[in-house]
């Protein structure tokens, strides 16, 4: 069975950079079976209502501006794939949960920066699923945990996001500090998911260190892709930190597994 992963997208820049992240991510692509699809929740993907992508021939989006021209050629020509979007709409039928088609949005940076790393062919069919920061994260929980059983059918489920993500914080200048606000946050965090304590990580707000400077209310969309991917392996809750790191101060890169 695959697992579910949380993958920190990053920086924009991470498209075009060779460091220990990206060799992590591109060597990961390598380490894992190869899917049937990618079904991926990106926190740059928000709506009110749950988005499915019926989408044949992605286009990808520039969501981003001020940085290295070289970003902005980039293509990744990714197809999606009409039997695994009515596998996903009938589950979220049987579970109660609402949802729209998307025909014509194409991939994000959140999405596309972590394919292409993982995928660089663009050879995986791919499911583009929108996240909705106004939910609670129980709720988001359930969304995940509606898809839980297409893990068993070689489908991947990755939720991209940042556990650690407040822009206004960050030190563009990189010299390898790590804020302590970060570190001690990122690490209440490992310990609540490595025992799976839903209470505590529903309460993260109130319970974690520093949990407002480090998950600001105009940047949780990043971190709620966590909850649906912990959400889709609630058939076998076991949380792995794969990797961690961070970069300009307090940007986490990391990589988790559920599953």
């Not at 989408?55 to 794939?81: C, H, K, M, W």
């Not at 499911?127 to 991947?156: C, F, H, W």
């Not at 058939?235 to 961070?246: G, V, W």
Request: with cysteine.
């Amino acid at each position: 069975m695959l697992p579910s992963l949380f993958i920190a997208h990053g920086a924009p820049l991470l498209a075009v950079e060779n460091n220990d992240y990206t060799n992590f991510i591109n060597q990961l692509g390598q380490n894992l079976p190869c899917p049937k699809a990618v079904v991926l929740f990106s926190a740059h993907w928000v709506n009110e209502v749950q988005q499915v992508s019926r989408v044949d021939q992605y286009s990808t989006i520039y969501d981003f501006g001020g940085f290295d021209p070289e970003l902005y050629t980039i293509e990744y020509p990714a197809r999606g794939n009409h039997e695994v979007a009515d596998e996903i709409e009938d589950l979220f039928s049987s579970n109660g949960i609402a949802f729209k088609n998307d025909t014509t949005r194409g991939l994000d940076h959140g999405a596309w920066v972590v394919l292409r790393m993982i995928y660089p062919n663009a050879d995986i069919p791919v499911i583009s699923m929108s996240v909705n920061p106004n939910l609670t994260p129980s709720e988001q929980y359930k969304i995940g945990k509606a898809l839980s059983d297409l893990r068993a059918k070689d489908i991947l489920i990755i939720a991209s996001g940042g556990t650690v993500h407040n822009l206004r914080a960050l030190n563009w200048d990189d010299n390898g500090v790590v804020d302590s606000w970060a570190l001690e946050f990122d690490e209440w965090l490992a310990k609540k998911l490595e025992k799976w304590d839903l209470v505590s990580l529903y309460n993260y707000h109130s319970l974690a260190p520093h949990a407002t400077h480090a998950v600001p209310p105009y940047g949780n969309e990043h971190f709620i892709p966590l909850f649906y991917a912990m959400g889709a392996a609630d058939n076998n809750p076991k949380a792995t930190l794969l990797h961690r790191e961070f970069r300009y101060g307090n940007l986490s890169h990391s990589v988790w597994q559920f599953g």
